[in-house]
């Protein structure tokens, strides 16, 4: 992590505070295209009911929240580990969510975000991460740092403006 980026954990009681944040840069991702699963325009009611369900998740130990931030300033990003597994896959996790806000890209706060992912799956013993993405920037992300493919599956999300997208599958082993 660069001394100009602060990334970290999110308990239910700070996820509950930040988020309004989170809700705001939910909206900005989808609004820019962003296919992570919901649609454009979408409602802030919609956007914190997500973020309430994650709060709840995160409650419950089946999520991990980070948030990272550029500098001294507000939330700017996150990025969640879903750890919600069953008993033969307590050695993996799902990555999920990463959001940048389009205000603060091209700053490296994503790989930020995902280096600490990492950092904190490996500390959990989740040496196995999955992710699936749409987005060509992303796929360019993951594969910088080291994510391979698993494949891709046509048609498989639908944007935010309702049009079909394919998705990539990766993986990635820790070390």
Known sequence: MSAAHRVWALD???TARA??????ILIDCVHDGASVGFLDPLPIAEADAYWARVQAAVAAGRCLLLVGALGDGAIAGTVQ???DTLPNQSHRATVSKLLVHTGAR???LGEALVLELERSAHQAGRWLLTLD???GDAERLYERLGFRHAGVIPDYATNPDASLTATTFFYKRLG
């Open 106 to 108: 091209r700053h490296g």
């Open 19 to 24: 988020r309004p944040r989170l809700g705001e």
């Open 81 to 83: 580990l879903d750890v």
């Open 12 to 14: 239910a009681d700070a």
């Open 133 to 135: 993405t749409a987005t």
